[in-house]
């Protein structure tokens, strides 16, 4: 499969400048899947452009429970999924990036809280694949441990992690486990840091060259790089 066909835009960058929607224009044209989230500023602008583009595959971030939680809300869930449905249309075939945030210093707390609240986790997630609402959900986890005890439910189509010259900490579990699919995030590093370092394609075919990731979430804001 060649790189282009794994690639999902990142369209957090994009904002409501020309030259910005201009670049969303051409990942429209040129992508197959995109990444969206409504906790950025650009999700207003890209998501009138997305919802006129018909039955387009998306990742949207979705955190639950939030920073300010402790236990997963089913009536939270499905008010912040119904809000992406409405905006970016009942035509779209939508994946989940789900991430259970509550306390991030707190990691006993945080996993615990995640096993006593997996079941009804799982039972709404399958609903939702069964019903064709939702097409996968894939975990970001934030720690290894995090992604280690989700795996042990078999609930989840996938993992979205970071990996990338400088961020390697989920490699072994990538080619430990069999299976299951995996998308990678920030192959640029942290703030593009590694953008003069290297050049863009060995980045993005670092981040890619294993059996067991599918996808790389690509964000970029400029077209001439984007082109490249």
């Not at 969206?36 to 955190?63: C, H, M, Q």
């Not at 989920?170 to 942290?190: A, C, M, Q, S």
């Amino acid at each position: 499969m060649k790189l282009i066909n794994k690639i999902i835009f990142g369209t957090m960058s994009v904002n409501s400048k020309i030259h910005s929607i201009d670049v969303l224009k051409y990942a429209l044209k040129n992508f197959k899947m995109f990444h969206l989230s409504s906790e950025y500023k650009s999700f207003n602008s890209v998501s009138k452009i997305i919802r006129e583009k018909k039955k387009t595959k998306l990742i949207v971030k979705l955190a639950e429970p939030g920073f300010n939680d402790s236990r997963f809300s089913e009536k939270r869930f499905l008010k912040k999924l119904n809000f992406y449905i409405k905006k970016l249309g009942k035509d779209k075939q939508i994946s989940i990036q789900w991430m259970w945030r509550g306390d991030l210093s707190n990691e006993t707390n945080r996993i615990n809280n995640f096993i006593k609240d997996a079941k009804k986790i799982a039972k709404l997630f399958k609903y939702l694949i069964k019903k064709k609402i939702i097409k996968k959900v894939n975990v970001f986890p934030y720690t290894k441990s995090f992604l280690i005890n989700s795996i042990l439910f078999n609930f989840f189509n996938g993992a979205c992690v970071y990996r990338n010259p400088m961020e390697k900490v989920y490699d072994n579990l990538v080619n430990e486990i069999k299976g299951f699919n995996f998308i990678t995030i920030r192959p640029f590093g942290g703030n593009l840091k590694l953008i003069k370092k290297h050049k863009l394609k060995y980045l993005l075919n670092y981040s890619i060259n294993n059996k067991n990731i599918n996808n790389i979430i690509l964000t970029c804001s400029k077209k001439n790089r984007l082109m490249r």
